[in-house]
């Protein structure tokens, strides 16, 4: 199945998370592009009821809700949203996508913190 992002010669791509997205070449050497945060922030409205208590201390069940803050499908615009949002997403939108910081595609510096990736990940 083709993406909609496929049919377009330039892509727009829209950061909906609150921090500055660093995309690397495969080497993980040389910045490719920066993509600073659009000031919409896509969320999932989540529930904790407490369920019980261990030793005294709550314990929550987390009940994931609806999706917040996620515009309306543009033409050739793809939205860059959290690993949440994009798994609570699945298979009702195919125009998001999130950074993918599995090991294949990370870049780390010096302390072992993730300061880009080399791809984007889908579900």
């Not at 994931?64 to 949002?85: A, D, N």
Request: hydrophobic share 35%; net charge negative; charged share 25%.
């Amino acid at each position: 199945m083709a993406r909609p992002w496929e049919k377009c010669r330039v892509v727009r791509i829209v950061n909906l998370t609150q921090h500055p997205i660093t995309i690397y070449d495969e080497s993980g050497e040389n910045v490719v592009e920066e993509i600073p945060p659009s000031g919409t922030v896509a969320r999932v409205r989540a529930e904790q009821p407490v369920i019980g208590y261990i030793n005294d201390v709550p314990v929550v069940k987390t009940e994931w809700g609806e999706v917040e803050g996620l515009p309306e499908p543009e033409e050739c615009t793809v939205y860059v949203v959290s690993t949440l949002v994009l798994q609570a997403l699945a298979g009702k939108r195919d125009d998001v996508v999130s950074p993918d910081t599995g090991p294949a595609s990370a870049v780390r510096d010096e302390t072992n913190r993730i300061i880009g990736v080399r791809r984007f990940q889908t579900i």
